[in-house]
T-cell receptor, first 114, second 114 residues
Framework: RKEVEQDPGPFNVPEGATVAFNCTYS??????FFWYRQDCRKEPKLLMS???SGNEDGRFTAQLNRASQYISLLIRDSKLSDSATYLC???????????????FGTGTRLKVLA | GAVVSQHPSWVICKSGTSVKIECRSL??????MFWYRQFPKQSLMLMAT?????????EQGVEKDKFLINHASLTLSTLTVTSAHPEDSSFYIC??????????FGEGSRLTVL
């Protein structure tokens, strides 16, 4: 089982739709959680950190469920410019080495259609 | 957000030559930087963790003699791909972590080895 898992998609949604992505993680000792956006042939860019109480930034809402070990990202009123790959990133402590590492999901592709 | 700059953005070289990629944190000090490579339609793969003033920590399967990492100052890490071969062609990305734990990425360097 992968440490961080995401549905690769693609999710094809019409403009204005609401879309939600989930990301599950296997290490219960994971410390921090993030959503990044990566456009084709570009570097990942931080979309938002995910806090235990959940947080919102404009049309984007992130939630963390520690009991079920998943985080979610909700995008409301989708725009064409939201088309990208959304990466889930988890900061986890390696059981073997005791060091913290950022673990990346494979990403979920979103295509917003006109 | 924090700014990480990577140079060059594109490089084309002949097989057997060495290529150096620079990663700079422009507005903060980074004791740790990370180097990744990404093949088309795949996720980022961590190659190594660059530690200021000490040796880099390489991930399993990454040849330390082929991918030389130097982190001589708090704002600069370099990755040198030595004796490059066509299979080394990839998108190389660096990142640095700020105090809050968020990662910020350089723009990436696309290497093509002929």
């Amino acid at each position: 089982r992968k440490e961080v898992e995401q549905d690769p998609g693609p999710f094809n949604v019409p403009e204005g739709a609401t879309v939600a992505f989930n990301c599950t993680y296997s290490n219960s000792a994971s410390q921090s959680f993030f959503w990044y956006r990566q456009d084709c042939r570009k570097e990942p860019k931080l979309l938002m950190s995910v806090y235990s109480s959940g947080n919102e930034d404009g049309r984007f809402t992130a939630q963390l469920n520690r009991a079920s070990q998943y985080i979610s990202l909700l995008i409301r009123d989708s725009k064409l410019s939201d088309s990208a790959t959304y990466l889930c990133v988890v900061l986890s402590k390696s059981p073997a080495s005791g060091t913290y590492k950022y673990i990346f999901g494979t990403g979920t592709r979103l295509k917003v259609l006109a | 957000g924090a700014v990480v700059s990577q140079h060059p953005s594109w490089v084309i070289c002949k097989s057997g030559t060495s290529v150096k990629i620079e990663c700079r944190s422009l507005d903060f000090q980074a004791t740790t930087m990370f180097w990744y490579r990404q093949f088309p339609k795949q996720s980022l793969m961590l190659m190594a963790t660059s530690n200021e003033g000490s040796k880099a920590t390489y991930e399993q399967g990454v040849e330390k003699d082929k991918f030389l990492i130097n982190h001589a100052s708090l704002t600069l890490s370099t990755l040198t791909v030595t004796s490059a071969h066509p299979e080394d062609s990839s998108f190389y990305i660096c990142s640095a972590r700020i105090l809050r734990g968020e990662l910020f990425f350089g723009e990436g360097s696309r290497l093509t080895v002929l």
